[in-house]
Protein backbone atom coordinates (compact mmCIF):
# COMPACT_ATOMS: atom_id res chain seq x y z
CA UNK A 1 0.00 0.00 0.00
CA UNK A 2 1.66 3.72 -1.20
CA UNK A 3 1.18 6.35 1.16
CA UNK A 4 -1.36 7.72 -0.63
CA UNK A 5 -3.59 5.01 -0.48
CA UNK A 6 -2.52 4.77 3.31
CA UNK A 7 -3.36 8.09 4.09
CA UNK A 8 -6.65 7.78 2.21
CA UNK A 9 -7.51 4.75 4.53
CA UNK A 10 -6.36 6.58 7.64
CA UNK A 11 -8.68 9.45 6.99
CA UNK A 12 -11.96 6.82 6.41
CA UNK A 13 -10.92 4.99 9.48
CA UNK A 14 -10.91 8.36 11.34
CA UNK A 15 -14.13 9.60 9.45
CA UNK A 16 -15.41 6.60 10.76
CA UNK A 17 -14.03 6.82 14.22
CA UNK A 18 -16.04 10.12 14.34
CA UNK A 19 -19.64 8.73 13.45
CA UNK A 20 -19.26 6.26 16.13
CA UNK A 21 -18.79 9.27 18.24
CA UNK A 22 -21.63 10.63 17.31
CA UNK A 23 -23.63 7.66 17.39
CA UNK A 24 -22.29 7.22 20.99
CA UNK A 25 -22.86 10.57 22.41
CA UNK A 26 -26.79 9.69 20.47
CA UNK A 27 -26.81 6.63 22.66
CA UNK A 28 -25.63 8.32 25.76
CA UNK A 29 -28.12 11.15 25.06
CA UNK A 30 -31.27 8.07 24.81
CA UNK A 31 -29.86 6.26 27.84
CA UNK A 32 -30.20 9.46 30.26
CA UNK A 33 -33.88 9.89 28.19
CA UNK A 34 -34.86 6.36 29.31
CA UNK A 35 -33.63 6.79 32.42
CA UNK A 36 -35.33 9.98 33.32
CA UNK A 37 -38.84 8.35 31.81
CA UNK A 38 -38.06 5.18 33.92
CA UNK A 39 -37.66 7.45 36.76
CA UNK A 40 -41.10 9.24 35.65
CA UNK A 41 -42.74 6.11 35.44
CA UNK A 42 -41.50 4.52 38.43
CA UNK A 43 -42.65 7.97 40.61
CA UNK A 44 -46.14 8.11 38.50
CA UNK A 45 -47.00 4.26 39.34
CA UNK A 46 -45.55 5.56 42.86
CA UNK A 47 -48.21 8.41 42.78
CA UNK A 48 -50.51 5.41 41.22
CA UNK A 49 -50.39 2.79 44.43
CA UNK A 50 -50.77 5.70 46.71
CA UNK A 51 -54.04 6.67 44.85
CA UNK A 52 -55.39 3.19 45.10
CA UNK A 53 -54.51 2.30 48.58
CA UNK A 54 -56.31 6.09 49.22
CA UNK A 55 -59.09 4.88 47.39
CA UNK A 56 -59.30 1.18 48.73
CA UNK A 57 -59.19 2.42 52.15
CA UNK A 58 -61.85 4.92 51.20
CA UNK A 59 -63.58 2.05 50.07
CA UNK A 60 -62.84 0.14 53.20
CA UNK A 61 -64.42 2.98 55.45
CA UNK A 62 -67.74 3.07 53.17
CA UNK A 63 -68.71 -0.10 53.76
CA UNK A 64 -67.34 -0.17 57.61
CA UNK A 65 -69.99 2.76 57.73
CA UNK A 66 -72.54 0.52 55.80
CA UNK A 67 -72.07 -2.28 58.05
CA UNK A 68 -72.18 0.55 61.21
CA UNK A 69 -75.19 2.15 59.94
CA UNK A 70 -77.15 -1.53 59.15
CA UNK A 71 -76.11 -2.43 63.08
CA UNK A 72 -77.58 0.45 64.72
CA UNK A 73 -80.25 0.76 62.44
CA UNK A 74 -81.45 -2.86 63.09
CA UNK A 75 -81.04 -2.18 66.93
CA UNK A 76 -83.29 0.35 66.27
CA UNK A 77 -86.11 -1.62 64.21
CA UNK A 78 -86.07 -4.11 66.16
CA UNK A 79 -86.40 -1.87 69.28
CA UNK A 80 -89.19 -0.15 67.95
CA UNK A 81 -91.03 -3.48 66.58
CA UNK A 82 -90.58 -4.40 70.20
CA UNK A 83 -92.01 -0.86 71.63
CA UNK A 84 -95.18 -1.82 68.97
CA UNK A 85 -95.75 -5.74 69.91
CA UNK A 86 -95.54 -4.12 73.99
CA UNK A 87 -98.37 -1.66 72.08
CA UNK A 88 -100.30 -3.82 70.63
CA UNK A 89 -100.66 -6.04 73.85
CA UNK A 90 -100.99 -3.19 75.99
CA UNK A 91 -103.47 -2.70 73.12
CA UNK A 92 -105.32 -5.97 73.62
CA UNK A 93 -105.55 -5.76 77.34
CA UNK A 94 -107.17 -2.48 77.18
CA UNK A 95 -109.90 -4.01 75.01
CA UNK A 96 -110.60 -6.47 77.49
CA UNK A 97 -110.49 -4.02 80.06
CA UNK A 98 -113.56 -2.23 78.31
CA UNK A 99 -115.44 -5.09 77.27
CA UNK A 100 -115.34 -6.14 81.19
CA UNK A 101 -116.25 -2.73 82.08
CA UNK A 102 -118.95 -3.14 79.07
CA UNK A 103 -120.50 -6.23 80.59
CA UNK A 104 -120.34 -4.58 84.34
CA UNK A 105 -121.93 -1.73 82.68
CA UNK A 106 -124.47 -4.21 80.99
CA UNK A 107 -124.89 -5.34 84.74
CA UNK A 108 -125.43 -2.19 86.88
CA UNK A 109 -128.06 -1.56 84.14
CA UNK A 110 -130.21 -4.37 84.80
CA UNK A 111 -129.46 -4.03 88.30
CA UNK A 112 -131.26 -0.27 88.74
CA UNK A 113 -133.87 -1.48 86.44
CA UNK A 114 -134.30 -4.32 88.89
CA UNK A 115 -134.31 -1.37 91.84
CA UNK A 116 -136.76 0.86 90.08
CA UNK A 117 -139.26 -2.28 89.23
CA UNK A 118 -138.65 -2.82 93.42
CA UNK A 119 -139.40 0.78 94.25
CA UNK A 120 -142.66 0.64 92.56
CA UNK A 121 -144.06 -2.43 94.30
CA UNK A 122 -143.17 -0.92 97.76
CA UNK A 123 -144.73 1.97 96.56
CA UNK A 124 -147.86 0.45 95.73
CA UNK A 125 -147.40 -2.30 99.27
CA UNK A 126 -147.10 1.20 100.99
CA UNK A 127 -150.11 2.33 99.46
CA UNK A 128 -152.00 -0.78 100.12
CA UNK A 129 -150.94 -0.82 103.74
CA UNK A 130 -152.05 2.88 103.96
CA UNK A 131 -155.22 1.84 102.53
CA UNK A 132 -156.29 -0.68 104.69
CA UNK A 133 -154.74 -0.14 108.01
CA UNK A 134 -154.20 2.72 109.78
CA UNK A 135 -153.05 0.91 112.75
CA UNK A 136 -150.16 -0.58 110.59
CA UNK A 137 -147.88 2.47 111.18
CA UNK A 138 -144.34 0.41 111.88
CA UNK A 139 -144.62 -1.43 108.70
CA UNK A 140 -145.47 1.52 107.11
CA UNK A 141 -142.09 3.30 108.83
CA UNK A 142 -140.24 -0.17 107.75
CA UNK A 143 -141.32 -0.25 104.13
CA UNK A 144 -140.38 3.72 104.25
CA UNK A 145 -136.84 3.01 105.34
CA UNK A 146 -136.94 0.11 102.65
CA UNK A 147 -138.30 2.71 100.31
CA UNK A 148 -135.39 4.72 101.05
CA UNK A 149 -132.75 2.35 100.84
CA UNK A 150 -134.04 1.04 97.27
CA UNK A 151 -133.59 5.06 96.01
CA UNK A 152 -130.31 5.42 97.88
CA UNK A 153 -128.40 2.07 96.09
CA UNK A 154 -130.49 3.39 92.90
CA UNK A 155 -128.55 6.52 93.21
CA UNK A 156 -125.25 4.59 93.46
CA UNK A 157 -125.60 2.11 90.92
CA UNK A 158 -126.17 5.55 88.47
CA UNK A 159 -122.90 6.87 89.44
CA UNK A 160 -121.18 3.60 89.47
CA UNK A 161 -122.17 3.73 85.79
CA UNK A 162 -121.00 7.19 85.22
CA UNK A 163 -117.86 6.23 86.43
CA UNK A 164 -117.88 3.00 84.24
CA UNK A 165 -118.77 5.08 81.20
CA UNK A 166 -116.16 7.60 82.07
CA UNK A 167 -113.05 4.42 82.82
CA UNK A 168 -114.29 3.11 78.81
CA UNK A 169 -114.02 6.71 77.95
CA UNK A 170 -110.39 6.55 79.39
CA UNK A 171 -109.17 3.03 78.08
CA UNK A 172 -110.69 4.39 74.38
CA UNK A 173 -108.36 7.41 74.57
CA UNK A 174 -105.46 5.64 75.61
CA UNK A 175 -106.21 3.06 73.01
CA UNK A 176 -106.41 6.02 70.17
CA UNK A 177 -103.27 7.36 72.34
CA UNK A 178 -101.32 3.32 71.05
CA UNK A 179 -102.87 3.13 68.02
CA UNK A 180 -100.75 6.83 67.10
CA UNK A 181 -97.64 5.29 68.65
CA UNK A 182 -97.60 2.69 66.80
CA UNK A 183 -98.25 4.19 63.69
CA UNK A 184 -95.52 6.81 64.36
CA UNK A 185 -93.44 3.72 65.38
CA UNK A 186 -94.04 2.33 61.61
CA UNK A 187 -93.23 5.73 60.32
CA UNK A 188 -89.80 5.89 62.14
CA UNK A 189 -88.99 2.42 61.24
CA UNK A 190 -89.77 3.41 57.40
CA UNK A 191 -88.05 6.39 57.54
CA UNK A 192 -84.88 4.84 59.00
CA UNK A 193 -84.91 1.69 56.63
CA UNK A 194 -85.01 4.64 53.66
CA UNK A 195 -81.77 6.74 54.96
CA UNK A 196 -80.37 3.22 55.35
CA UNK A 197 -81.26 2.92 51.56
CA UNK A 198 -79.84 6.52 50.79
CA UNK A 199 -76.54 5.85 52.29
CA UNK A 200 -75.98 2.37 50.63
CA UNK A 201 -77.05 4.16 47.39
CA UNK A 202 -74.59 7.31 47.98
CA UNK A 203 -71.91 4.60 49.03
CA UNK A 204 -72.61 2.50 45.80
CA UNK A 205 -73.38 5.19 42.94
CA UNK A 206 -69.56 6.85 44.36
CA UNK A 207 -68.29 3.77 42.29
CA UNK A 208 -70.28 3.64 39.58
CA UNK A 209 -67.96 4.57 36.31
CA UNK A 210 -70.58 7.09 34.53
CA UNK A 211 -71.33 8.69 37.66
CA UNK A 212 -67.52 9.34 37.76
CA UNK A 213 -66.75 9.85 34.02
CA UNK A 214 -69.37 12.81 34.10
CA UNK A 215 -66.93 14.95 36.13
CA UNK A 216 -63.86 13.83 34.96
CA UNK A 217 -63.23 12.27 31.55
CA UNK A 218 -60.03 10.24 32.15
CA UNK A 219 -58.07 8.32 29.37
CA UNK A 220 -59.60 4.67 28.64
CA UNK A 221 -56.52 2.74 27.55
CA UNK A 222 -58.39 -0.59 27.35
CA UNK A 223 -61.67 -0.56 29.28
CA UNK A 224 -64.41 -3.12 28.54
CA UNK A 225 -67.76 -2.84 29.56
CA UNK A 226 -71.10 -3.88 29.47
CA UNK A 227 -74.78 -1.68 28.62
CA UNK A 228 -77.02 -2.32 31.68
CA UNK A 229 -80.91 -1.30 31.46
CA UNK A 230 -81.67 0.57 34.80
CA UNK A 231 -84.94 3.45 34.21
CA UNK A 232 -87.09 3.62 31.09
CA UNK A 233 -88.56 7.30 30.37
CA UNK A 234 -92.39 6.27 29.72
CA UNK A 235 -95.03 8.92 28.12
CA UNK A 236 -94.71 12.76 26.87
CA UNK A 237 -95.52 15.69 28.23
CA UNK A 238 -98.55 17.83 26.98
CA UNK A 239 -99.50 20.77 27.75
CA UNK A 240 -103.34 22.53 26.11
CA UNK A 241 -102.74 26.07 24.68
CA UNK A 242 -105.02 29.08 24.03
CA UNK A 243 -105.68 28.79 20.63
CA UNK A 244 -106.96 24.83 21.09
CA UNK A 245 -110.48 26.04 20.10
CA UNK A 246 -108.79 26.63 16.74
CA UNK A 247 -109.22 22.85 16.29
CA UNK A 248 -112.36 21.93 17.90
CA UNK A 249 -110.72 21.12 21.57
CA UNK A 250 -112.95 21.73 24.77
CA UNK A 251 -110.22 20.77 27.10
CA UNK A 252 -109.13 23.48 29.79
CA UNK A 253 -106.75 25.96 28.75
CA UNK A 254 -103.28 25.92 29.67
CA UNK A 255 -103.58 22.72 31.53
CA UNK A 256 -101.49 20.25 31.77
CA UNK A 257 -103.30 16.68 30.38
CA UNK A 258 -100.19 14.18 30.37
CA UNK A 259 -96.64 14.19 31.87
CA UNK A 260 -93.69 11.71 31.53
CA UNK A 261 -92.53 9.24 34.16
CA UNK A 262 -89.00 7.89 35.21
CA UNK A 263 -89.68 4.09 36.35
CA UNK A 264 -87.29 1.44 36.98
CA UNK A 265 -86.49 -1.03 34.19
CA UNK A 266 -88.52 -3.82 36.72
CA UNK A 267 -91.69 -1.50 36.83
CA UNK A 268 -92.18 -3.23 33.07
CA UNK A 269 -93.00 -6.49 31.33
CA UNK A 270 -90.55 -8.16 28.66
CA UNK A 271 -92.10 -10.42 25.87
CA UNK A 272 -90.85 -12.33 23.20
CA UNK A 273 -92.55 -13.23 20.25
CA UNK A 274 -94.14 -17.31 19.40
CA UNK A 275 -92.77 -18.14 16.25
CA UNK A 276 -95.38 -19.05 12.97
CA UNK A 277 -98.79 -18.96 14.99
CA UNK A 278 -101.40 -18.03 12.31
CA UNK A 279 -103.74 -15.04 13.08
CA UNK A 280 -107.68 -15.71 13.56
CA UNK A 281 -110.86 -13.37 14.31
CA UNK A 282 -110.14 -15.15 18.01
CA UNK A 283 -106.71 -14.40 18.63
CA UNK A 284 -105.19 -12.36 21.37
CA UNK A 285 -101.89 -10.40 21.28
CA UNK A 286 -100.71 -12.29 24.62
CA UNK A 287 -101.64 -15.23 22.90
CA UNK A 288 -98.56 -14.09 20.57
CA UNK A 289 -96.02 -13.62 23.24
CA UNK A 290 -93.81 -15.70 26.19
CA UNK A 291 -93.61 -13.21 29.09
CA UNK A 292 -89.90 -12.88 29.79
CA UNK A 293 -88.30 -11.07 31.99
CA UNK A 294 -85.74 -7.91 32.78
CA UNK A 295 -82.49 -10.19 31.96
CA UNK A 296 -84.00 -11.39 28.67
CA UNK A 297 -83.48 -7.67 27.29
CA UNK A 298 -80.58 -7.23 29.54
CA UNK A 299 -79.22 -10.44 27.07
CA UNK A 300 -79.59 -8.52 24.03
CA UNK A 301 -77.31 -5.30 25.13
CA UNK A 302 -73.97 -5.44 23.45
CA UNK A 303 -70.58 -4.82 25.24
CA UNK A 304 -68.13 -2.42 24.48
CA UNK A 305 -64.59 -1.94 24.15
CA UNK A 306 -62.60 1.02 24.23
CA UNK A 307 -58.59 0.75 23.43
CA UNK A 308 -56.28 3.62 23.97
CA UNK A 309 -59.11 6.09 24.03
CA UNK A 310 -59.77 6.13 20.78
CA UNK A 311 -60.59 2.49 19.53
CA UNK A 312 -64.19 2.06 20.34
CA UNK A 313 -65.58 -1.22 19.62
CA UNK A 314 -69.18 -2.59 19.74
CA UNK A 315 -69.69 -6.73 20.51
CA UNK A 316 -73.42 -7.72 19.79
CA UNK A 317 -75.49 -10.15 20.93
CA UNK A 318 -74.60 -12.56 17.82
CA UNK A 319 -71.13 -12.14 18.27
CA UNK A 320 -70.33 -9.95 15.46
CA UNK A 321 -68.56 -6.43 16.11
CA UNK A 322 -68.22 -2.77 14.72
CA UNK A 323 -65.64 -0.93 15.40
CA UNK A 324 -65.46 3.46 15.36
CA UNK A 325 -63.32 6.11 16.57
CA UNK A 326 -64.03 7.84 19.68
CA UNK A 327 -64.01 10.86 21.19
CA UNK A 328 -66.27 12.84 24.50
CA UNK A 329 -67.14 16.21 24.40
CA UNK A 330 -69.62 18.48 26.29
CA UNK A 331 -72.55 19.18 24.87
CA UNK A 332 -75.84 21.93 25.39
CA UNK A 333 -77.31 21.82 28.64
CA UNK A 334 -80.25 19.71 29.34
CA UNK A 335 -82.68 21.93 31.97
CA UNK A 336 -79.79 23.94 32.71
CA UNK A 337 -77.60 20.65 33.74
CA UNK A 338 -74.59 19.77 31.48
CA UNK A 339 -74.37 16.57 29.25
CA UNK A 340 -71.71 14.99 27.33
CA UNK A 341 -71.78 14.13 24.07
CA UNK A 342 -70.04 10.21 22.69
CA UNK A 343 -69.46 10.62 18.83
CA UNK A 344 -68.62 7.44 17.64
CA UNK A 345 -67.47 7.92 13.67
CA UNK A 346 -66.10 4.46 11.37
CA UNK A 347 -63.95 6.74 9.16
CA UNK A 348 -63.04 9.73 11.89
CA UNK A 349 -64.64 11.76 14.14
CA UNK A 350 -65.70 14.79 11.90
CA UNK A 351 -67.28 12.77 9.35
CA UNK A 352 -70.45 12.41 8.80
CA UNK A 353 -71.44 9.25 7.55
CA UNK A 354 -74.79 7.13 7.77
CA UNK A 355 -73.04 4.68 10.30
CA UNK A 356 -71.98 7.16 12.19
CA UNK A 357 -73.59 7.28 16.44
CA UNK A 358 -74.09 9.95 18.79
CA UNK A 359 -75.23 9.09 22.32
CA UNK A 360 -75.65 11.72 24.94
CA UNK A 361 -74.93 11.34 28.44
CA UNK A 362 -77.55 12.90 30.75
CA UNK A 363 -77.79 13.76 34.66
CA UNK A 364 -80.56 13.24 36.60
CA UNK A 365 -80.91 13.84 40.00
CA UNK A 366 -77.99 12.25 41.42
CA UNK A 367 -77.14 9.79 38.71
CA UNK A 368 -75.77 9.42 35.51
CA UNK A 369 -77.43 7.86 32.56
CA UNK A 370 -76.37 7.07 28.84
CA UNK A 371 -80.63 7.86 27.30
CA UNK A 372 -81.02 5.79 24.18
CA UNK A 373 -83.95 5.84 22.23
CA UNK A 374 -85.71 2.92 19.87
CA UNK A 375 -83.91 3.95 17.22
CA UNK A 376 -80.54 3.60 18.82
CA UNK A 377 -81.00 0.30 20.51
CA UNK A 378 -81.89 -0.99 17.09
CA UNK A 379 -78.64 0.60 15.65
CA UNK A 380 -77.46 -1.64 18.38
CA UNK A 381 -79.70 -4.51 16.97
CA UNK A 382 -82.25 -5.31 19.72
CA UNK A 383 -84.82 -5.28 17.31
CA UNK A 384 -87.43 -3.24 18.86
CA UNK A 385 -90.81 -2.76 16.61
CA UNK A 386 -93.62 -0.29 16.70
CA UNK A 387 -95.91 -3.36 17.29
CA UNK A 388 -95.83 -7.54 16.76
CA UNK A 389 -93.83 -8.43 13.31
CA UNK A 390 -96.22 -10.61 11.19
CA UNK A 391 -95.69 -12.05 7.22
CA UNK A 392 -98.86 -12.52 4.99
CA UNK A 393 -98.98 -14.36 1.65
CA UNK A 394 -98.76 -11.69 -1.08
CA UNK A 395 -98.12 -8.57 1.29
CA UNK A 396 -94.47 -8.36 0.55
CA UNK A 397 -92.83 -7.48 2.95
CA UNK A 398 -93.33 -7.65 7.18
CA UNK A 399 -96.67 -5.62 8.50
CA UNK A 400 -96.80 -4.53 12.50
CA UNK A 401 -99.87 -5.73 14.45
CA UNK A 402 -101.18 -3.06 17.37
CA UNK A 403 -102.80 -3.87 20.24
CA UNK A 404 -106.66 -2.65 20.07
CA UNK A 405 -106.78 -2.55 15.68
CA UNK A 406 -107.59 -4.68 13.12
CA UNK A 407 -105.62 -2.95 11.04
CA UNK A 408 -101.50 -3.27 10.38
CA UNK A 409 -99.40 -0.67 9.32
CA UNK A 410 -99.32 -1.53 6.16
CA UNK A 411 -103.08 -0.66 5.79
CA UNK A 412 -104.35 -4.22 5.36
CA UNK A 413 -107.03 -6.08 7.37
CA UNK A 414 -105.67 -8.72 9.74
CA UNK A 415 -108.41 -11.24 8.41
CA UNK A 416 -107.88 -10.79 4.69
CA UNK A 417 -104.55 -12.47 4.46
CA UNK A 418 -102.59 -15.63 6.21
CA UNK A 419 -100.86 -13.42 8.75
CA UNK A 420 -98.39 -15.06 11.00
CA UNK A 421 -95.40 -13.94 13.55
CA UNK A 422 -92.02 -14.02 12.67
CA UNK A 423 -91.13 -14.85 15.72
CA UNK A 424 -88.39 -11.46 15.89
CA UNK A 425 -88.39 -8.72 18.30
CA UNK A 426 -88.63 -7.46 22.23
CA UNK A 427 -92.03 -6.27 23.42
CA UNK A 428 -92.99 -4.15 26.94
CA UNK A 429 -95.62 -3.71 28.81
CA UNK A 430 -95.89 -1.83 31.78
CA UNK A 431 -96.77 -3.78 35.15
CA UNK A 432 -100.10 -3.35 36.56
CA UNK A 433 -100.70 -1.10 39.80
CA UNK A 434 -103.47 0.59 41.75
CA UNK A 435 -103.43 3.30 39.57
CA UNK A 436 -104.32 1.03 36.55
CA UNK A 437 -107.52 -0.54 35.12
CA UNK A 438 -105.33 -3.07 32.84
CA UNK A 439 -101.53 -3.44 31.53
CA UNK A 440 -101.08 -3.37 27.40
CA UNK A 441 -98.46 -3.51 25.00
CA UNK A 442 -96.37 -0.05 24.62
CA UNK A 443 -95.60 1.50 21.59
CA UNK A 444 -91.52 1.08 21.74
CA UNK A 445 -91.18 4.36 20.10
CA UNK A 446 -92.55 6.55 22.83
CA UNK A 447 -89.43 5.40 25.55
CA UNK A 448 -86.32 6.31 26.23
CA UNK A 449 -84.21 3.99 27.96
CA UNK A 450 -81.71 4.93 30.56
CA UNK A 451 -78.21 2.85 30.37
CA UNK A 452 -75.30 2.11 32.81
CA UNK A 453 -72.14 1.05 31.91
CA UNK A 454 -70.59 -2.15 33.69
CA UNK A 455 -66.96 -2.35 33.66
CA UNK A 456 -66.12 -5.84 33.37
Not at 39 to 54: G, K, Q, V, Y
Not at 105 to 118: G, T
Not at 343 to 361: C, F, Y
Amino acid sequence: MNKSKLKEHVLGLSTQIDSLKDVNYMLEDSKDSLLLNVSLLASANDMNEIEIARLNNVVLKNKQEIVRLQSVYDIQITSLNETISDNQASLVNRQDSISRLQEALLDYQDSSVNNRDSIVQLQAALLGYQDSSVNNQDSIVQLQAALLGYQDSSVNNQDTIVQLQNAILDCQNSIVQLQESVLNSEDLIVQLQDSLSNSQTTTTTSNDFLNNYFFDQIPLPNNSFQLVLSKIVFGNKHISKDNDDYYGNDDPKNSVHYLPETLDGNAFAYWSAKPNVKITSSTEINDLLNLENKDYFASKLPQIEILKNKLFTIIYNDNSEESFLFNVKESNPNNQRNTLQIDLANEGVENNTSKDIVWRIFAIENECYLALTYGQLNRLKLDLYPGLQLVGRGTGGPSYFTEGTEYFTDGNNMYDYNYETTGNGIYISRNKDSYMDESQNINLKNLIFLLKLKEI
